[in-house]
């Protein structure tokens, strides 16, 4: 089956188009809830690391205006004059509060004229054409996964304000405990990447084979519990557990904790979206650099996965459990902001990949051991700022996708990457080791 047969499934073009349409409404919603509150809330910067939120308001609008009005419409620019503000290269995020944005009201009168104009394209455009933005509707994924990512970025924003009051919570399974906490995936040659995927980014492909030697991974992600023994047992004064540029990190920022996490007498609290709570054991651990990730895994005597082997043992499939859609409140994992925290370990057993892996997607990211580069055989498309300006030693993969990622933007494909010292994200890990 080719990628163009699959995306169109049974409902042919016009039903991908009603899919399409829909999928941009629901995105819309989500960004404006997210940006639902006084001014003052959205175009002040609640940290250097991030933009304010107005910024990535009218940002989603303007990438939307470049790829989907312009390349594929042929429609003029609206707002040329604006196009160097929201252009994410030409001035880093400390610097953007300073720039003449649109305010917030301009932003949504922007995007919404955007969005508008958007939709009669979409009315208009060949869904089966040759050109690879039209075909199966690639151009419209782009631009609902960038806005979805740019949502999960708002969070991380909003978390950082620690303002109470914008994110909702909601409801979440048990956690189980676990019989046997680590998994052996036998030595032997498996597909990493994909071909098959209709709207998978440039770096996931092309599909290539590896051979990986016998390992053990953790079944589940590492929990606040396991983390907390770390911390009690002094690993952030040993360095003999951390790498020296993460000890040197550690020592000149005086990190001894998760970010958010702060210590009442033996009680370890934290603050989530402007609410204190005593941190719960049972939750995976999120807000943790790669450093710390890499020095938790030799205190435990194990080591971070590489990319390969954290796809390896989703088992070769769209998704850990197969090919159905994740969904909001799927049965399969926790995605897409059904709570603002990840779920308790054990919830998702129907998750499971074939190894017998759990919530591999969803959560919180998953730090890997890998720099994020090309696979063999990369080809830029759409453009080289998406990814191949990335690529190097500088940025280590992320895999999985958090609690507030939505379900269209992750599969066990889905490569994210960020510098080794990063917090803010909703990133955790899981660790892995070598067979003796
Ligand atoms: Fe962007």
């Given at each position: 089956?080719?990628?163009?047969?699959?995306?169109?499934?049974?409902?042919?073009?016009?039903?991908?188009?009603?899919?399409?349409?829909?999928?941009?409404?629901?995105?819309?919603?989500?960004?404006?809830?997210?940006?639902?509150?006084?001014?003052?809330?959205?175009?002040?910067?609640?940290?250097?690391?991030?933009?304010?939120?107005?910024?990535?308001?009218?940002?989603?609008?303007?990438?939307?205006?470049?790829?989907?009005?312009?390349?594929?419409?042929?429609?003029?620019?609206?707002?040329?004059?604006?196009?160097?503000?929201?252009?994410?290269?030409?001035?880093?995020?400390?610097?953007?509060?300073?720039?003449?944005?649109?305010?917030?009201?301009?932003?949504?009168?922007?995007?919404?004229?955007?969005?508008?104009?958007?939709?009669?394209?979409?009315?208009?455009?060949?869904?089966?054409?040759?050109?690879?933005?039209?075909?199966?509707?690639?151009?419209?994924?782009?631009?609902?996964?960038?806005?979805?990512?740019?949502?999960?970025?708002?969070?991380?924003?909003?978390?950082?304000?620690?303002?109470?009051?914008?994110?909702?919570?909601?409801?979440?399974?048990?956690?189980?405990?676990?019989?046997?906490?680590?998994?052996?995936?036998?030595?032997?040659?498996?597909?990493?990447?994909?071909?098959?995927?209709?709207?998978?980014?440039?770096?996931?492909?092309?599909?290539?084979?590896?051979?990986?030697?016998?390992?053990?991974?953790?079944?589940?992600?590492?929990?606040?519990?396991?983390?907390?023994?770390?911390?009690?047992?002094?690993?952030?004064?040993?360095?003999?557990?951390?790498?020296?540029?993460?000890?040197?990190?550690?020592?000149?920022?005086?990190?001894?904790?998760?970010?958010?996490?702060?210590?009442?007498?033996?009680?370890?609290?934290?603050?989530?979206?402007?609410?204190?709570?005593?941190?719960?054991?049972?939750?995976?651990?999120?807000?943790?650099?790669?450093?710390?990730?890499?020095?938790?895994?030799?205190?435990?005597?194990?080591?971070?996965?590489?990319?390969?082997?954290?796809?390896?043992?989703?088992?070769?499939?769209?998704?850990?459990?197969?090919?159905?859609?994740?969904?909001?409140?799927?049965?399969?994992?926790?995605?897409?902001?059904?709570?603002a925290r990840p779920a308790p370990a054990g919830a998702f057993p129907d998750g499971a990949s074939p190894y017998g892996v759990e919530q591999l997607i969803g959560d919180v990211w998953e730090w890997t051991d890998s720099w994020f580069q090309p696979y063999p055989g990369y080809r830029?498309?759409?453009?080289?700022?998406?990814?191949?300006?990335?690529?190097?030693?500088?940025?280590?993969?992320?895999?999985?996708?958090?609690?507030?990622?939505?379900?269209?933007?992750?599969?066990?494909?889905?490569?994210?990457?960020?510098?080794?010292?990063?917090?803010?994200?909703?990133?955790?890990?899981?660790?892995?080791?070598?067979?003796?």
């Amino acid at each position: 089956m080719t990628d163009l047969d699959a995306v169109l499934g049974d409902a042919g073009p016009t039903g991908l188009k009603e899919r399409i349409a829909a999928e941009l409404a629901a995105v819309r919603e989500r960004s404006l809830a997210y940006t639902d509150a006084d001014d003052d809330m959205l175009v002040r910067q609640h940290s250097p690391l991030m933009s304010p939120l107005v910024w990535d308001l009218a940002h989603v609008g303007n990438y939307e205006e470049l790829w989907v009005l312009r390349e594929v419409g042929g429609i003029e620019p609206l707002r040329p004059e604006i196009d160097h503000l929201y252009d994410a290269f030409k001035y880093p995020r400390k610097d953007r509060p300073s720039l003449p944005l649109l305010g917030p009201a301009e932003a949504r009168k922007y995007i919404s004229g955007v969005r508008g104009r958007v939709l009669d394209v979409l009315d208009q455009v060949d869904l089966t054409a040759p050109d690879p933005l039209r075909s199966g509707g690639y151009v419209f994924g782009l631009v609902l996964q960038h806005e979805h990512q740019h949502d999960e970025t708002m969070l991380a924003t909003l978390q950082l304000s620690r303002r109470p009051g914008l994110v909702r919570d909601g409801e979440l399974p048990p956690g189980r405990p676990a019989a046997e906490p680590e998994v052996y995936i036998p030595a032997g040659v498996f597909t990493m990447g994909t071909d098959a995927v209709a709207w998978a980014y440039d770096n996931e492909r092309p599909a290539h084979r590896i051979y990986l030697p016998g390992y053990w991974i953790d079944r589940r992600p590492v929990t606040n519990g396991a983390y907390m023994e770390f911390v009690a047992d002094g690993g952030y004064r040993d360095p003999r557990w951390w790498l020296p540029q993460g000890w040197e990190w550690a020592e000149r920022n005086g990190v001894e904790a998760p970010l958010y996490w702060t210590r009442d007498g033996d009680t370890w609290w934290r603050v989530r979206f402007g609410r204190e709570e005593p941190v719960p054991p049972d939750e995976p651990v999120q807000h943790v650099s790669w450093y710390e990730a890499d020095a938790y895994a030799r205190w435990a005597g194990k080591r971070l996965p590489t990319e390969a082997e954290w796809e390896k043992a989703c088992g070769s499939r769209t998704y850990p459990w197969g090919e159905a859609d994740p969904g909001h409140l799927g049965r399969w994992a926790n995605l897409g902001h059904r709570a603002a925290r990840p779920a308790p370990a054990g919830a998702f057993p129907d998750g499971a990949s074939p190894y017998g892996v759990e919530q591999l997607i969803g959560d919180v990211w998953e730090w890997t051991d890998s720099w994020f580069q090309p696979y063999p055989g990369y080809r830029c498309f759409p453009y080289e700022e998406y990814s191949k300006v990335f690529f190097g030693e500088t940025y280590r993969v992320l895999r999985g996708g958090s609690w507030a990622t939505h379900p269209s933007a992750v599969r066990t494909t889905f490569r994210n990457w960020d510098y080794p010292i990063r917090r803010q994200i909703f990133a955790g890990f899981r660790c892995a080791r070598s067979e003796e």
